[in-house]
């Protein structure tokens, strides 16, 4: 077995092997290297293109394809085209309802907290899943291009992406086979590929303004000493390039009065008069400013002038700018303290774009590097560091390997993540799992596996004393604490009695390198294998949940339902245990999904019989 030397002070793998940089896009992903100048580049694999459309199709043999070719299926085969998916990384279907009518494939929508799930064809994948099949092209691109085995990598996330949507796109790495050496901000790595940062002397702040497809986000950071603090951050999920065609598509339906409702049903038209918009939009922007794109789709006439497209995109731009001022207001900053403005997205070629943001700011900002590769580039800086080939760059205290908690199923729950730097805080808030529960073990580990058994167990305690309630209505809030030393502290508090307790722990003591290295190379080894088996895990987890509250139910308010629905509700849940008897995700989650279906409009009744109740027993006096 090959040998890996790690730098326990960073955490990082020393070997000469490639670590790429990756940035995972809403509407496009691509990765970069370091080539061998020492240059940060992007990865153009046998002229398939730079960028690869974050589009997955699946055809009815459950085999995806994507890119390019996957985007094709939009038209002729959209519910099992999944696109857009890393709005949906590690969030719930709650988090998401309000914009289901963006996708058109199947979201599950099990009206709970659980992470959302796609169907496609007959079978289930998560949002991690789906990114892994992007992650997987991305990487079989680099070593085809680069004739060399990819393994590691750093991949950027929006810098307000929260503790589980960090997690997942963590496992979408892990899934496609990539030891995920570090997530990196967006906004930190576009500054990095500009070189700011890189001098641990000099001190900036600078603004990141982030225009892509679907999303836009501005950050704010403030850099010293080698480290990125993100200041504030701003923006709008849900505004981006596509808004621009959208707008440039209306313009023309309008002009050649057509009508939108018409048009609308035929899809392969509309689809030709958006892809028409775009091409306009990028034409203007590389034309003279009175310049005329002037094309024609059948009777339809598409054309466009700068002053009509700049008053089209007006009132979306001004948005962005509104979000840049919420921005600077957060960080208590004024447009004069900022050093540079930075721009990313490939909307960011809009000149008109360009000109609102030099206006608001008083700068012209920086676009001297491709701004729909910066943050790949910057991310394969990051990773140099990282393999320890740029002594220059002073190094953060790191932890080098994950520090969690066990939660249900043996599932290890990552707290303060491998490579996070100390000192530092977190925290995570849980709940029971049975009715009436008064103690709450909390068991405390260390490593990188999903599974906690295979993990290095640090502590055990138990909350003990919390007032019986329902399942899942206490709010256990659990801390760790981890200082500049590598002593650990872990605090938990009930947050409806107040009951609480502490305890500490130093993690690494006990580890010897060796020891280290084997738990990551492990870690690597099993890292397909672990994510599956978590997945089956959590699919399980739910059912079981499910069963139990649909018991519950009937024996608590079988009143209110009839004979018929009790014993088909009993046929549902009977088919859930056999399910879970199986070790197949895809039949569990089902089954889980016939359950919560049939189920779904008992809650309701039982709530409008309570209220009539209620309302019966008033009297008006
Ligand atoms: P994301 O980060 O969301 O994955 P990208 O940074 O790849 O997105 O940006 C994609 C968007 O950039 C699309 O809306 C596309 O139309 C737009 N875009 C690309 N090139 C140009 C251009 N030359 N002029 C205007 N918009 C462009
Ligand atoms: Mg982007």
Redesign the pocket.
Known sequence: MAKISINLATGALQKEEIIVGI?L?????LVAFINPDGNPQVINDAGKGI?VP?IVHFDEHNVALVGSEAACFLLTDPTNTIFSVKRLLGRSYKDVAEHADVFSYKIIDDDSDALVKIQAGNKFYTPIELSAEILKELKARAEHALKTPVNRAVITVPAYFNDSQRQATRDAGKLAGLDVMRIVNEPTAASLAYGIGLNPSQQKTVVVY?L????FDVSILQIQNGIFEVLATNGNTYL???D??RAILNYWIEKNQLNFQEIAKDHVLMQTLRLKA?KA??AL??LSPQSLFNEQIGEIWCTLDKKTFDNLIAIKVEETITACKNALKDADLTTEQIDEVIL????T??NYVKEKVADFFGKIPRDDIN??EVVALGAAIQADVLAGNRSDILLLDVTPLSLGIETMGGLMDVIIGRNSKVPTKAGRQYTTSVDGQVNMKIAVFQGERDLVKENRKLAEFELKGIPAMPAGLPKVDINFLLNADGILTVHAVELRSGVKQEIEITPSYGLSDETVEKMLLDSITHAKSDVAERMIVEAKTAAEQLVYTAERFISKHGEFLTVAEISETNTHIEALKTALKSSDKDIILNKTEDLNEFTRPFAERVMDKAIAGAMKGKRVE
């Open positions: 940035d896009g809403t509407t496009n992903s960028l974050s982030d892509g497809g679907g999303t981006g390039g596509d621009f065609d775009e939009k990028r922007n590389a990313g997205g490939g909307s070629r809009t701004p729909d």
